[in-house]
């Protein structure tokens, strides 16, 4: 069961990450040259938000706190003088700093990008941070691996 649980917040990690990755060096680079642009990237747009943003990143909030508590037990989530503890509430720290960057980026920006290049560059800018926020907490979840 443990395996499973890790197993699927591997999965969802995996669709979250390389989904970004795939947009940002694939996808786009393309897309920006065409003349339907804006249609393109308001489709795949509401697509990854729906699979990336609502339905992986639920999962795998739900599947890293069952980790933690696979891992380390009820007492040493609340353990403030473990680093394993330290390091695993800077990653859910970060994970709610994506979680209300993507929120902004999916309704606010995205949505707007069409009208005006500020939209669409807040649009990219919350992208590429978001894309950064992300690599760092897969480099926490390395350093959980290793004992925090
Ligand atoms: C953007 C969201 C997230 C990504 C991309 C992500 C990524 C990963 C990856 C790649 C691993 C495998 C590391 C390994 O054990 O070798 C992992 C493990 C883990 N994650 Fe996450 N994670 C995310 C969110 C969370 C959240 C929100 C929590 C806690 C609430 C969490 C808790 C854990 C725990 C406890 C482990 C096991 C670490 C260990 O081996 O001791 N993760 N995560």
Known sequence: ????????????????????LFLVVVVSPFVRKLPIRDQIFQEV?????????????????ITGIINAYNIVGLSGLFDLSSAY?????HKIGVFFIIFIVSLTHDLYFGPRAVH????RNMARLLGFINLFLSI?????AARLRFGG
């Open 1 to 20: 069961m443990k395996e499973l649980v890790l197993f699927l917040h591997l999965i969802f990690a995996s669709l979250w990450i390389g989904g970004m």
């Open 45 to 61: 747009g509401k697509r990854f938000s729906l699979y990336g943003t609502f339905i992986s990143l639920m999962v795998l909030f």
């Open 85 to 89: 503890t330290k390091t695993l509430l």
């Open 116 to 119: 005006s290049n500020f939209y």
């Open 136 to 140: 760092f907490v897969v480099y926490l």
